[in-house]
């Protein structure tokens, strides 16, 4: 995808926008057209890639795999490249996904880390973008202003649910389901 490629319509469509860092150009330029249009953005990253310092710089909420925080800073605790993440740029909220350990993440100076929740596995595949689809879903409900802390639980509950089947959507549960194994989790 390229930058010609990107719609403004299309981009202020929704009620919030997740990128990827594939095409970082592409993504660059539609969340500069969310954020003039008001609508929040998420980025799901993974690894460092050429132009992403713009990218970064325009987001309202990282979501990253667990190496990248770490590979992008230089820092090799994740707790302190997280923070570092935070600092350099102007998203609200760094996250770390630690796969079946939960998450990690800095909302401000303040750290919160997540549990995992246990399933019967059958495939991981797709357990990232469940967990961002779970998030944005939780915080989209929430009209943008869950408690970090519950957003994230959720987003592990639907990452976890999703292991549950095959392929990368296979497992994704209904609200009814995540609430369930909300309800036993605790």
Request: net charge negative; aromatic share 4%; charged share 20%.
């Amino acid at each position: 995808m390229s930058v010609e490629d990107v719609s403004q319509d299309s981009v202020t469509s929704g009620r919030v926008l997740l990128v990827d860092c594939v095409e970082t150009e592409a993504a660059t330029t539609a969340v500069r057209f969310a954020r003039a249009a008001g609508i929040p953005t998420v980025i799901d990253v993974e690894n460092v890639r050429p132009n992403i310092d713009a990218l970064l710089s325009e987001v309202d909420v990282i979501i990253a795999a667990q190496a990248f925080p770490s590979a992008y800073t230089g820092y090799p605790n994740l707790g302190q490249a997280i923070h570092e993440l935070a600092k350099r740029f102007r998203a609200c909220l760094v996250v770390a996904t630690l796969g079946e350990e939960g998450s990690l993440a800095v909302a401000g100076k303040r750290e919160i880390a997540t549990s995992g929740l246990r399933v019967q596995v059958t495939d991981t595949t797709g357990a990232g973008d469940a967990f961002r689809g779970g998030f944005v879903s939780a915080w989209l409900a929430s009209e943008g202003g869950g408690e970090v802390s519950e957003l994230l639980v959720y987003a592990n509950a639907v990452a976890a649910l999703n292991c549950r089947g095959l392929g990368a959507r296979g497992g994704l549960p209904s609200r009814v389901e995540v609430e369930r194994l909300l309800a036993t989790a605790v």
